[in-house]
């Protein structure tokens, strides 16, 4: 039996005495998993007291969306572009890289993206 496995799985890290969004992407995201994950993505926001938010985003196992997954992650970055401060996508260069640079025109706050975990890390602090 092929088992395919995908989605998000959404936390909250203290790095010294800074918070932020961790985000892990994996598979071949779908409509789905965006249903499951759009309302623990807004419970995590709440929860953090400052008034942007900073997300590490690790899609180094991420392989993609599905064509109406892909429009549920533009429709979440719309109506939460002006809640992030800084968000580090961590990845693999090529379309990963391209992404970033996008999202950044839909975000108020930074997008970068690294190749680096602790380069991504640091950039957040």
Same mark, same amino acid.
């Given at each position: 039996?092929?088992?395919?496995?995908?989605?998000?799985?959404?936390?909250?890290?203290?790095?010294?005495?800074?918070?932020?969004?961790?985000?892990?992407?994996?598979?071949?995201?779908?409509?789905?998993?965006?249903?499951?994950?759009?309302?623990?993505?807004?419970?995590?926001?709440?929860?953090?007291?400052?008034?942007?938010?900073?997300?590490?985003?690790?899609?180094?196992?991420?392989?993609?969306?599905?064509?109406?997954?892909?429009?549920?992650?533009?429709?979440?970055?719309?109506?939460?572009?002006?809640?992030?401060?800084?968000?580090?996508?961590?990845?693999?260069?090529?379309?990963?890289? !391209?992404?970033?640079?996008?999202?950044?025109?839909?975000?108020?706050?930074?997008?970068?993206?690294?190749?680096?975990?602790?380069?991504?890390?640091?950039?957040? !602090?």
């Amino acid at each position: 039996m092929n088992v395919q496995r995908h989605g998000i799985s959404i936390g909250l890290d203290r790095v010294d005495d800074e918070f932020f969004v961790t985000i892990k992407a994996f598979g071949t995201l779908t409509h789905r998993d965006y249903q499951a994950m759009t309302p623990m993505l807004e419970a995590a926001l709440i929860k953090v007291n400052e008034p942007k938010v900073r997300v590490l985003l690790d899609a180094t196992e991420l392989d993609g969306w599905e064509l109406r997954a892909a429009w549920d992650d533009f429709k979440l970055g719309l109506n939460h572009g002006a809640d992030f401060d800084k968000i580090a996508l961590y990845g693999r260069p090529g379309w990963q890289e !391209k992404a970033a640079k996008l999202a950044g025109w839909f975000m108020s706050g930074e997008v970068k993206f690294f190749e680096d975990y602790q380069q991504a890390l640091d950039w957040l !602090k």
